[in-house]
């Protein structure tokens, strides 16, 4: 009964990043997808990084509040 007490007051509550963030976010995950299937001079060999940091700026997006 006492852990329960106790870890109800540390729960996690994500929330939605905001919009500039998501869209920012969508981009460059769109344009690492599209580098993959698409040889974009510039693009191609930054495909990965590029997937990853879109996730990362969704995962950061979500997991703090007001960025």
Do not use: C, D
């Not at 510039?42 to 997991?63: D, H, P, R």
């Amino acid at each position: 009964m006492l852990n329960i007490l106790f870890m109800a007051n540390r729960t996690f509550l994500p929330s939605a990043p905001n919009n500039v963030l998501w869209i920012l976010a969508i981009i460059i995950g769109f344009l690492g997808i599209l580098a993959r299937y698409i040889p974009i001079e510039g693009l191609a060999k930054y495909q990965w990084e590029m997937l990853l940091i879109g996730f990362l700026l969704l995962v950061m997006g979500t997991s703090f509040r007001k960025m």
